[in-house]
């Protein structure tokens, strides 16, 4: 076989091959893809949130960097990130009721659901606040969460401004970065 068939054999061959990407390109298109794929998952699938003021010490202090899951219904004694009624920025507070019942803040400082009293996990009283615009007792319709921070002393969370909609709760939170000491 003499050169000039040779190379005619090989240039058949390389026109049937498939044209592969150059490698700067194939860079590219994998960095789009992981791209999306992030872009995709935080905005469907998880969420972040910055903790501002220490609403919920000890739980999560000024700083802290929360993540939270869009796709679970909230449980009583969840931490979840939610729309503020008054501000629609994202908060941190925890489901305190939630559903068809009764919230009953005692002068003594006892949180009662539906008559009974609850045992939580709390440094702090839960008292009525003075400036607060709903009755107490709370009557929550389904779909309705009643929220509370941990440092229920200085709190601004359902005492203050009502129950939440469950399309207002952005996720329920499942982990914590302490950004102190980065």
Same mark, same amino acid.
Request: with cysteine; proline share 7%.
């Given at each position: ?29 994998k960095?789009?893809l ?28 000024? #700083? *802290? !960097?929360? @993540? +939270?899951?869009?796709?679970?219904e909230? &449980?009583? #004694? *969840? !931490?979840? @990130? +939610? ?5 629609? &920025?994202?908060?941190?507070?925890? @489901? ?10 005692s ?40 929220l509370?921070?941990d ?14 909609q ?8 499942v ?8």
């Amino acid at each position: 076989m003499n050169n000039e068939a040779r190379a005619a054999q090989r240039g058949a061959r390389a026109a049937d091959a498939p044209r592969r990407l150059p490698d700067w390109a194939f860079f590219l298109l994998k960095l789009g893809l992981i791209a999306a794929l992030l872009t995709l998952t935080f905005t469907l699938v998880l969420g972040v949130h910055i903790q501002h003021g220490n609403r919920m010490h000890p739980y999560a202090e000024d #700083g *802290d !960097l929360l @993540v +939270y899951f869009r796709l679970e219904e909230p &449980q009583v #004694g *969840d !931490l979840v @990130v +939610y729309r503020h009624p008054d501000t629609g &920025q994202p908060s941190l507070s925890r @489901v305190a009721a939630s559903g068809a019942c009764e919230v009953e803040l005692s002068p003594s400082g006892i949180l009662l659901i539906n008559g009974r009293p609850q045992d939580e996990q709390v440094f702090y009283p839960t008292e009525p606040l003075e400036a607060s615009r709903i009755p107490n007792p709370c009557a929550l319709r389904a779909g309705e969460f009643f929220l509370l921070d941990d440092y229920r002393s200085i709190g601004l969370d359902s005492r203050s401004f009502g129950p939440v909609q469950r399309e207002d709760i952005l996720g329920k939170v499942v982990y914590l970065f302490r950004r102190r000491g980065f």
